[in-house]
């Protein structure tokens, strides 16, 4: 089993930075793909961004790129998502995930992630 929890979240401005904190129960955390997805009320759960577990590269939402940044510690087993300069369309409940086998191009689709948090809740005013 892992376990996956998310802290960080809350009421913003727009324009303001935070950073999410995922924190994971696996002692192979450095094997796994690590991702951040949102769910805004009303639609679909979309990809916004992941840490490929082969080599370490990162992979970004059109929507966030240049604004968010996905980064990981692994001696506490956390994976972070670093928000700048949000937007009110930020605004949504966002998960982390985990999955230690999917393949490169899966990585954009939630269904392909074996492990998921509850979420923490972001709102960005505008």
């Known amino acids: 089993q892992v376990q996956l929890v998310e802290s960080g979240g809350g009421l913003v401005r727009t324009g303001d930075s935070l950073r999410l904190s995922c924190v994971v129960s696996?002692?192979?955390?450095?094997?796994?793909?690590m991702g951040w997805f949102r769910q805004a009320p009303g639609k679909e759960r979309e990809f916004v961004a992941a840490?490929?577990?082969?080599?370490?590269?990162?992979y970004y939402a059109d929507s966030v790129k240049g604004r968010f940044a996905i980064s990981k510690h692994n001696a506490v087993t956390t994976v972070y998502l670093q928000m700048n300069n949000v937007k009110p369309e930020d605004t949504g409940v966002y998960y982390c995930?985990?999955?230690?086998?999917?393949?490169?191009?899966?990585?954009?689709?939630?269904?392909?992630?074996?492990?998921w948090g509850q979420g923490t809740q972001v709102t960005v005013s505008s």
């Open positions: 995930a985990a999955d230690s086998t999917l393949i490169l191009s899966s990585i954009f689709e939630t269904r392909a992630w074996d492990y």
């Open positions: 696996t002692g192979a955390f450095s094997t796994y793909s």
């Open positions: 840490i490929y577990r082969r080599n370490g590269a990162t």
